[in-house]
DNA sequence: TTAAAACTACGAAATAATTCGTTAAAATAC
DNA sequence: GTATTTTAACGAATTATTTCGTAGTTTTAA
């Protein structure tokens, strides 16, 4: 029986899944040729890795040719809410804003990507009917 | 030797952080008191996570009395820096606008919570000079 | 002053996460 | 057609995390 709930990705799981959503549906030895410039693993490790994480129903594997195919079950966005939403809990005492005030201190966003989040904000309002 | 750097808090040692964080300084009784309230855990269990938390440095103790007391080593808000620092790296390709986006949608904040976060925007912009 | 309670230290079990070697089968190259 | 390469499966070792029991002291209460 497939998994029906939604474990939570571990470190070395979200750095698979960031290949899956970068390249799109991959094999085992895709993935793994893009992970083993960042850091030194051995192909069958990715390759376990991924099958577990087939096994947690975090991918999902197209196995009609030998070369299997994977893909990633949820996508980035909704797997970075929850990770957000866990952070807040977990780390923020539940504050939204604590966190975001704690992002801009750890990273100095430029004068860009201030504006991008304040447009981010803005077209937040404005869909909540806030103003 | 004490230990030079700094690993990140585990799940059950951030709840732990957060007791001492609220209370101050605090004995492993007081601690074990708050959160037994939230789970199912025993004295022994609090008392060997927060030695194992003195080891890794994330806590200091004094044990002039019998009794020892235990402080978090880092605050709240450093510790809360890295944690995000952290998702913005391994979730978000490191882009705070992508975690604070994330952050709005995962929440909803409140009218009051926004405007919290828009002044927090605004005192960052003052801050670093930007407008 | 004895009994009970509180406390630390520590060993060790249970679970989860990461890693990789070995095997066997299929595909490819020669 | 045989040898090499590629692949999946899987067992198992390793490390990290969480959990708690037991032992031995000190403190407190009766």
Redesign the pocket.
């Given at each position: 029986m497939p998994q029906a709930n939604h474990?939570?990705p571990?470190?070395?799981?979200l750095q698979i899944l960031e290949v899956l959503w970068a390249r799109g549906p991959s094999?085992?030895?895709e993935v793994f040729e893009v992970i083993s410039e960042a850091?030194?693993?051995?192909?069958?490790?990715v390759?376990?890795?991924m099958?577990?994480m087939?096994g947690k129903g975090l991918v999902t594997?197209d196995?009609a040719?030998?070369?299997?195919?994977y893909k990633a079950r949820l996508s980035r966005k909704r797997t970075q809410k929850r990770l957000v939403g866990e952070l807040i809990d977990k780390a923020f005492g539940g504050s939204a804003a604590g966190l975001i005030g704690q992002a801009l201190m750890s990273r100095k966003p430029s004068d860009d990507e201030l504006r991008e989040i304040h447009s981010l904000i803005e077209q937040y309002r404005k869909e909540q009917g806030h103003d």
């Open positions: 474990p939570r571990t470190e070395s799981e094999t085992v030895r850091r030194d693993v051995g192909y069958t490790t390759l376990k890795l099958q577990i087939a594997r196995e040719r030998r070369t299997h195919v």
